[in-house]
């Protein structure tokens, strides 16, 4: 992948583009509220930037190639940018078609989702042939599948010398005493689903081999091939959520874990505040972004006890950081840093034969 500007010599003028963000709206998996409120922070920004938003939910979703590009069909929203839905006695209707180029369109699948679990291989494949096709998909199909399986992102982190909780995946029901040693940590330990976990739900701290045998059974009676991993336990106050654009961080968030749990995310109730990163954790969260592949990434830090010399551990990298929780808490926007950021067209990538 190459940027524009090795193709192109840009005009000094600016010219608008657009955003084309595509949700999943109908997911029924979580028991969550939603994280995002009817109008999300960036179609406010965008508003105030000139960038025209357009909106679309993966359900019933199809795209058609044209002359100039190719045009999105889906079903339509309402002022909440719910889904509709057919009804039923199986009547459905489309919205107007949102025609759609490379040369001027930004693609934000943030419904997206895990295959199989929150998500369709279709959708998958509908954003991997348009990144074939040069369209800027943010962020690439490669990056939102690595950040997706919280295993491989062990194995990236191991790879590039990242710190990171010690990790092990539960092949079979009847080895987990076999795993935990392999994990060689005490009790507690944190079992989660290496995918599909969202907002915290799915991440479960066990206190002993006994309970972590039977919650494993009873999660592959239910799904054979669910993907679980356990984890060695940090005992934290807080973790930080950095969100890094083009390699820049342009958000930093203090999350402080919930009484009585170990989650912190801020849709379940996790307070958060304003915190100073150290100059050590500002390169490590860049780092992890770049190694990551990602364009615009969520990094979770947890602090090391000694934050000015001794490095954070990675807990995970998020392909589809929410923004209006780190809207509400900093000074300068990072939802109008990022959009301003694309503003200069040579940092698009664009696919090349």
């Not at 990144?131 to 490669?142: A, Q, R, T, V």
């Not at 930080?240 to 379940?268: F, L, P, Q, T």
């Not at 509400?328 to 990538?349: C, Q, V």
Request: overall charge negative.
């Amino acid at each position: 992948m190459k940027s524009l500007k090795e193709f192109v010599n840009l005009s000094e003028d600016i010219k608008p583009y657009n955003i084309l963000v595509i949700s999943h709206s109908a997911a029924s998996v979580r028991d969550t509220a939603r994280e995002e409120p009817s109008t999300p922070i960036i179609d406010k920004v965008a508003k105030q930037l000139g960038i025209t938003m357009a909106h679309a939910d993966f359900v019933g979703m199809h795209i058609n190639k044209t002359n100039s590009g190719h045009e999105v069909i889906s079903f339509p929203l309402d002022d909440t940018l719910e889904v509709e839905l057919p009804d039923q006695k199986g009547n459905y209707k489309y919205q107007k078609p949102i025609k759609i180029n490379p040369a001027d369109w930004i693609i934000m699948p943030r419904g997206l989702g895990t295959l199989n679990f929150t998500g369709s291989r279709n959708w998958y494949d509908m954003m991997k042939n348009l990144e074939e096709e040069g369209y800027f998909i943010l962020n690439s199909i490669d990056c939102y599948d690595l950040c997706n399986s919280k295993y491989m992102s062990y194995l990236k982190c191991l790879q590039k010398d990242i710190r990171t909780p010690k990790t092990e995946p539960i092949v079979h029901s009847e080895t987990v005493e076999d795993t935990v040693k392999k994990l060689d940590t005490d009790f507690p330990l944190v079992l989660k689903s290496s995918t599909g976990t969202q907002t915290g739900v799915g991440v479960v701290v066990v206190e002993s081999l006994r309970s972590l045998k039977s919650l494993i059974q009873m999660q592959l009676l239910y799904n054979k091939y669910l993907p679980i991993i356990i984890q060695e336990f940090i005992n934290i106050e807080y973790d930080i959520r950095v969100v890094v654009c083009e390699n820049e961080i342009v958000g930093v968030m203090k999350r402080n874990v919930m009484s009585d749990d170990i989650r912190s995310n801020a849709s379940m109730g996790a307070t958060t505040e304003e915190i100073e990163l150290t100059e050590l954790e500002k390169t490590e969260a860049i780092r992890i972004a770049e190694e990551f592949r990602g364009r615009l990434v969520g990094v979770d830090l947890l602090p090391s006890e000694d934050r000015e010399n001794e490095l954070p551990y990675c807990l995970e990298v998020n392909a589809n950081p929410g923004l209006n929780g780190i809207e509400e808490i900093s000074k300068d926007s990072p939802t109008k840093m990022i959009l301003e950021k694309y503003k200069d067209r040579s940092i698009w990538p664009v696919s090349t034969p």
